[in-house]
Nanobody
Framework: QVQLVESGGGLAQPGGSLRLSCAASGFTFSSYAMSWARQAPGKGLEWVSGIYSDGSDTYYADSVKGRFTISRDNAKNTLYLQMNSLKPEDTALYYC??????????????WGQGTQVTVSS
């Protein structure tokens, strides 16, 4: 069965960095686009970033563009999100999600359980 397990969250200071990972199993990881999304306390789900199955194209929400970098290692079945210049408004539960095909279509069929990121001094 499909499993997505996020890790790497924690507490960071404003201006700091964190690197999230998402370990995937149960499907051919290299064949599917992947995304990160987040949900802040009391707010709806916000898409953050997406990457093609082969890593050839990436997309970012305006709120994180220039600060976050999505990447993947298809040999390790792992998705990453490097988060730099963190802001308090980045505080949220971060999820990875499996796309429906090789390109980003902003539709997903499986989600991980999430990893908490808290940005505070």
């Amino acid at each position: 069965q499909v499993q997505l397990v996020e890790s790497g969250g924690g507490l960071a200071q404003p201006g700091g960095s964190l690197r999230l990972s998402c370990a995937a199993s149960g499907f051919t990881f290299s064949s599917y686009a992947m995304s990160w999304a987040r949900q802040a306390p009391g707010k709806g789900l916000e898409w953050v970033s997406g990457i093609y199955s082969d890593g050839s194209d990436t997309y970012y929400a305006d709120s994180v563009k220039g600060r976050f970098t999505i990447s993947r290692d298809n040999a390790k079945n792992t998705l990453y999100l490097q988060m730099n210049s963190l802001k308090p408004e980045d505080t949220a539960l971060y999820y990875c999600a499996k796309g429906l095909g090789g390109v980003c279509t902003w539709a997903w069929d499986y989600w991980g359980q999430g990893t908490q990121v808290t940005v505070s001094s």
